[in-house]
C-alpha cells in the first residue's frame, strides 16, 4: 500500500479597521461570526494523487505500455477516429465479436497492400509465435521465417489464405484477451493538515439531508491530468466514508473535470483524519497512435488527481 502525504494551501485574509474609542464595543458578541451568504462560494485545496506509470499494470504484472504494444501489432491503421485520433473500443473488442471481425479484416487487407505492416507482424510472429507455423512452413528455422513468410504471404496465394486463418486466429485471441479493467490502485492517506478550526468552519451550518433544497452545502471537487493514450471510467471510493463517484477520463488531456460529490459533515471529519483511497480503472479506447511515454521521476506522472473543497453560503465561526 503506496503512502503520500496531503498538500493544503490555505490562504488567511486579514482586515484592519479604524475604531473610534468613545464608543464602547465591549458588550458586542463575537459569536456566530458569518463571512457571506447564501450565494457565496468558498474553495480550499484538499489533497493531490499522482499515478505513474509503474503502478498500472494488468492482472499478471505486465506494464500497460507493454499490453498494447502488442497490441499495436494486430490493430490495423483503419480505424474509426475522433477529435483525439485514431482509436479501438477496448470493451468491443472483448464483448463484440462482430467489432473484432471487422478489425481483423482490416488488418489482413493492410498486410496484402502495406508491407511495412506485413513486416510489423511477421517480426512479432518470428519473436512469439514462432512453433504456431511449423506445419504451414516446415522445415523452416526461426531464423530463417521471417524473410520467408514474407516471401511465400507475398507470393503464394494459396498459402496466404491458410497463414491468415492462422494470424486471425492469433490476433483474435490476443485482442479478446484484452484487460479493460486494471487492477485497484490502492492508497493511504495521512491525516490531511487541515486545522480543527477550518474543518469546523466549513460543516458549521451544513444543510442536512433531510432538506429539499439545500442552500448551505459541502462538495468535494478536482480535475484529473491524464497522459495516457487511453480514455478510462475512474471510480474512487474514500474508505471508511461512504463518498465516491464515477467519472470518465479523456484521453491526452489534461484539466478532465471531476463531479461535484457532496459531503456532510461526519464525511468531511472522517476524510481530515486520514483515509485509503481505491481507484478502480476501466479502460474505454485506446489510441494506438498516441503512444505510452515512460518520464523520469522527476517529470509529470502519467495521471494527476487534484481535490477540493467548494463550500456554498456563508462561513460561521466563532472568534
Given at each position: 500500500m503506496k503512502k503520500f502525504y496531503a498538500l493544503i494551501l490555505l490562504c488567511v485574509v486579514s482586515s484592519t479597521a479604524c475604531v473610534d474609542l468613545e464608543y464602547d464595543l465591549s458588550k458586542v458578541s463575537t459569536d456566530d461570526i458569518a463571512i457571506g451568504d447564501e450565494s457565496s462560494?468558498?474553495?480550499?485545496?484538499?489533497?493531490?494523487?499522482?499515478?505513474?506509470?509503474?503502478?498500472?499494470?494488468?492482472?499478471?504484472?505486465?506494464?500497460?505500455?507493454?499490453?498494447?504494444n502488442e497490441?499495436?501489432?494486430?490493430?490495423?491503421?483503419?480505424?474509426?477516429?475522433?477529435?483525439?485520433?485514431?482509436?479501438?473500443?477496448?470493451?468491443?473488442?472483448v464483448e463484440n465479436s462482430e467489432y473484432v471481425n471487422q478489425v481483423l479484416s482490416a488488418l489482413l487487407d493492410q498486410m496484402a497492400s502495406d508491407s511495412e505492416k506485413l513486416n510489423q507482424v511477421a517480426s512479432l510472429l518470428q519473436e512469439k509465435y514462432y512453433a504456431e507455423f511449423s506445419s504451414l512452413l516446415p522445415g523452416i528455422s526461426a531464423e530463417e521465417f521471417k524473410a520467408e513468410f514474407i516471401r511465400q504471404y507475398?507470393?503464394?496465394?494459396?498459402?496466404?489464405?491458410?497463414?491468415?486463418?492462422?494470424?486471425?486466429?492469433?490476433?483474435?485471441?490476443?485482442?479478446?484477451g484484452l484487460e479493460v479493467s486494471l487492477p485497484s490502485l490502492t492508497y493511504s492517506v495521512d491525516r490531511?493538515?487541515?486545522?480543527?478550526?477550518?474543518?469546523?468552519?466549513?460543516?458549521?451550518?451544513?444543510?442536512?439531508?433531510?432538506?429539499?433544497?439545500?442552500?448551505?452545502?459541502?462538495?468535494?471537487?478536482?480535475?484529473?491530468?491524464n497522459r495516457l493514450p487511453v480514455s478510462i471510467t475512474a471510480s474512487p471510493v474514500f474508505t471508511p466514508t461512504e463518498v465516491t463517484f464515477t467519472t470518465q477520463i479523456e484521453a491526452n488531456r489534461d484539466g478532465n473535470?471531476?463531479?461535484?460529490?457532496?459531503?456532510?459533515?461526519?464525511?468531511?471529519?472522517?476524510?481530515?483524519?486520514?483515509?485509503?483511497?481505491?481507484?478502480?480503472?476501466?479502460?474505454?479506447?485506446?489510441?494506438?497512435?498516441?503512444?505510452?511515454?515512460?518520464?523520469?521521476?522527476?517529470?509529470?506522472?502519467?495521471?494527476?488527481?487534484?481535490?477540493?473543497?467548494?463550500?456554498r453560503g456563508a462561513l460561521k465561526f466563532d472568534l
Open positions: 462560494q468558498f474553495e480550499v485545496p484538499l489533497l493531490k494523487v499522482y499515478i505513474s506509470m509503474d503502478e498500472l499494470n494488468g492482472t499478471d504484472g505486465d506494464a500497460i505500455d507493454e499490453i498494447f497490441a499495436d501489432i494486430w490493430l490495423p491503421s483503419q480505424l474509426d477516429q475522433d477529435e483525439n485520433g485514431k482509436y479501438v473500443l477496448v470493451q468491443q473488442l507475398t507470393a503464394n496465394e494459396t498459402l496466404r489464405v491458410l497463414l491468415n486463418e492462422k494470424i486471425e486466429e492469433l490476433a483474435r485471441g490476443y485482442l479478446t490531511i493538515d487541515l486545522s480543527d478550526d477550518v474543518v469546523d468552519m466549513l460543516i458549521e451550518n451544513l444543510d442536512g439531508k433531510e432538506v429539499a433544497e439545500p442552500k448551505n452545502t459541502l462538495h468535494m471537487a478536482g480535475t484529473i491530468d473535470i471531476l463531479p461535484e460529490t457532496r459531503l456532510f459533515a461526519e464525511d468531511l471529519q472522517t476524510i481530515v483524519r486520514g483515509l485509503t483511497i481505491e481507484i478502480v480503472v476501466n479502460i474505454d479506447k485506446y489510441y494506438p497512435d498516441k503512444g505510452f511515454d515512460r518520464y523520469p521521476e522527476t517529470s509529470q506522472p502519467q495521471l494527476a488527481i487534484n481535490l477540493h473543497l467548494i463550500k
